[in-house]
C-alpha cells in the first residue's frame, strides 16, 4: 500500500474520532433564562446552583455548558425588567434540554432555585447556535 493510501487512512480515522459537534455538524442549542433573586435569598440561590444544579446538569447527555451570571449593569439599551441574573444552558440538542428537564432530579432541583426567586414570571429564550 502506497503512503497516500496511509495518510488517508488514518486522516479518515482521525476525523471519526472527532464527535460531530466538534466538526460544526451539529448546531446546539442555548437556553437563556432571566431571573429576578431575592437579594435575601441570593446566596441560597448561588449555593443550589454551584454544588447542586450545575454539577448534576454537567452529568447529563449532550450537556456541554451552564452558568448562572449576575447584571453589572446594562452597557446599551434597557436591561431585562426587574433580571438581576441570568440562567444560561448549553447542550447539544433541544432532545437533550427536553430529556433533562423531565427527569426527576432536575424536577427537584429547579424548584429549589424558583424558591429564590420574587417572582416565577421569567423569560425563557431558546437559541439555536448559529
Known sequence: MKRRTYLE????????????LARGEVKPIVL????????????????????????TAAKQ??????????????LQGPAPAGANYRFTLKMQ????RQKWIATPIHNKLWPTIEATLVSK???VLLYDVA
Open 9 to 20: 487512512l488514518i486522516a479518515a480515522s482521525s476525523l471519526a474520532a472527532i464527535p460531530a
Open 93 to 96: 440538542s433541544e432532545e437533550d
Open 32 to 55: 437563556l433564562v432571566d431571573l429576578e433573586v431575592d437579594p435575601a435569598k441570593e446566596q441560597q440561590m448561588l449555593h443550589i446552583f454551584h454544588t447542586q444544579f450545575a454539577p
Open 61 to 74: 447527555p449532550g450537556f456541554i455548558d451552564v452558568q448562572m451570571l449576575k447584571l453589572r449593569k446594562a
Open 121 to 123: 414570571n421569567y423569560t
